[in-house]
């Protein structure tokens, strides 16, 4: 008994449930990347480790008192959002915040980094070399001609553009301050690459609002000129409400917005129009009594689902974690809040952590150090070193 006592007083706690916390999400980075979901049985494994690492990180972890009042809200919310709508996306968003106390935000954007690069090497290689189904099909473009397009392995050549998109996105924020010309035309040769090959309409003008936003950061020098940024989430939510709520297929503008959102913006007015908008969370099973599609738009799918109430405070939540941002002068980090701010007007998967590793920066809320540590890491970068190997 003396001897466990012992062990229990000598070992580094803190330490050990910082590391499970990064077990954790390369864990999840990894089964996200390979494509897998809740209907594989090999995510559940793995997400069964994840939950293991997690909690390890939780009860190795001290609180204050503030903390644990923020803590016990949002688990809360998420936990009466996932009962309501069987969707368990934001819980596990809200449980990653929640575990982020003492993480360097910069280690996850590296183990994120290694991770998706690992994986697209495998998928693009094996399928090349028949390891893997390459996927080919036949899809219609703009002017409905069938083209080719490819899978690399994944469900859907969507799927594989954004892997390569999100591996892209990364590498260019670990080394945004070493930004040039050079990296434009690699990282755009990259993206243009793999549209040809996938065919995915949406990645490849994010990418390019990417480096668009890229410039615009590196170009104006006016920090007050660079709270545009911040402005990004209310603009892309007020655009997808007014799109879902006046969608008129007989309109020639917002008939042509739809076409080349692959028809994101009828489903969402199809929805409207059959269920309309609650206060509260309902449970998805209406949605499925009239079902349109899925609501890939990150904003109405938390308006439709959720309620007023909690899109509302979730937006509002958003918005205040980047005016911090924007106060700390974490310029770059806005930039890619934006990519994916217009990303969310077209897919979920910015909701989750994993994916969009961005958005637990709204942890800032919750742990303000964060900033501090991005500052650190910015620091470190200027002096060589990428910030994924820093306290950023």
């Known amino acids: 008994m003396d001897q466990i006592r012992k062990w229990i007083q000598e070992n580094d706690w803190k330490s050990i449930g910082i590391i499970a916390y990064y077990g954790y999400f390369a864990i999840n980075v990894l089964v996200k990347a390979f494509g897998y979901d809740s209907s594989d049985q090999i995510y559940k494994f793995f997400m069964l480790s994840g939950i293991i690492l997690l909690g390890i990180k939780f009860i190795t972890t001290?609180?204050?008192?503030?903390?644990?009042?923020?803590?016990?809200?949002?688990?809360?919310?998420?936990?009466?959002?996932?009962?309501?709508?069987?969707?368990?996306?934001?819980?596990?968003?809200?449980?990653?915040?929640?575990?982020?106390?003492?993480?360097?935000?910069?280690?996850?954007?590296?183990?994120?980094?290694?991770?998706?690069?690992?994986?697209?090497?495998?998928?693009?290689?094996?399928?090349?070399?028949?390891?893997?189904?390459?996927?080919?099909?036949?899809?219609?473009?703009?002017?409905?001609?069938?083209?080719?397009?490819?899978?690399?392995?994944?469900?859907?050549?969507?799927?594989?553009?954004?892997?390569?998109?999100?591996?892209?996105?990364?590498?260019?924020?670990?080394?945004?301050?070493?930004?040039?010309?050079?990296?434009?035309?690699?990282?755009?040769?990259?993206?243009?690459?793999?549209?040809?090959?996938?065919?995915?309409?949406?990645?490849?003008?994010?990418?390019?609002?990417?480096?668009?936003?890229?410039?615009?950061?590196?170009?104006?020098?006016?920090?007050?000129?660079?709270?545009?940024?911040?402005?990004?989430?209310?603009?892309?939510?007020?655009?997808?409400?007014?799109?879902?709520?006046?969608?008129?297929?007989?309109?020639?503008?917002?008939?042509?917005?739809?076409?080349?959102?692959?028809?994101?913006?009828?489903?969402?007015?199809?929805?409207?129009?059959?269920?309309?908008?609650?206060?509260?969370?309902?449970?998805?099973?209406?949605?499925?009594?009239?079902?349109?599609?899925l609501i890939d738009n990150s904003y109405m799918h938390i308006l439709l689902y959720c309620g007023w109430i909690f899109a509302l405070v979730f937006f509002a939540v958003i918005v205040l974690a980047m005016v911090k941002l924007y106060q700390a002068g974490c310029y770059k980090e806005l930039v890619m809040l934006s990519v994916f701010s217009l990303y969310a007007i077209m897919e979920q998967f910015v909701l989750n952590g994993f994916m969009n590793p961005f958005i637990l920066l709204v942890g800032i809320l919750l742990y303000p150090n964060l900033s501090n540590q991005i500052k650190e890491g910015k620091k470190e970068e200027k002096h060589g070193k990428i910030s994924y190997s820093s306290n950023s």
Request: glycine share 6%.
């Open 62 to 293: 001290r609180y204050t008192l503030r903390e644990v009042v923020i803590i016990a809200l949002l688990l809360g919310a998420g936990m009466f959002i996932w009962v309501m709508t069987k969707k368990a996306t934001l819980l596990f968003l809200f449980l990653t915040i929640i575990g982020m106390k003492d993480v360097q935000f910069g280690k996850l954007i590296g183990i994120s980094v290694w991770i998706r690069l690992f994986v697209a090497a495998v998928m693009v290689i094996g399928s090349v070399y028949g390891v893997y189904d390459i996927g080919y099909k036949t899809t219609p473009n703009a002017q409905y001609v069938e083209v080719p397009v490819y899978s690399f392995g994944f469900n859907e050549p969507n799927t594989a553009y954004l892997t390569i998109f999100l591996l892209l996105i990364l590498l260019v924020y670990s080394y945004y301050e070493k930004l040039n010309g050079w990296w434009f035309i690699c990282t755009f040769a990259a993206a243009f690459l793999f549209y040809e090959l996938t065919f995915c309409r949406t990645g490849i003008l994010v990418f390019i609002f990417a480096w668009v936003l890229i410039a615009y950061d590196k170009l104006i020098k006016n920090k007050y000129a660079k709270f545009i940024f911040v402005l990004s989430v209310p603009v892309g939510a007020l655009f997808s409400f007014v799109m879902m709520v006046f969608f008129d297929n007989e309109n020639s503008v917002m008939k042509m917005i739809d076409r080349y959102v692959s028809g994101r913006v009828h489903i969402m007015g199809e929805y409207y129009q059959d269920q309309g908008l609650a206060l509260l969370p309902r449970n998805q099973e209406l949605f499925y009594a009239s079902y349109h599609g």
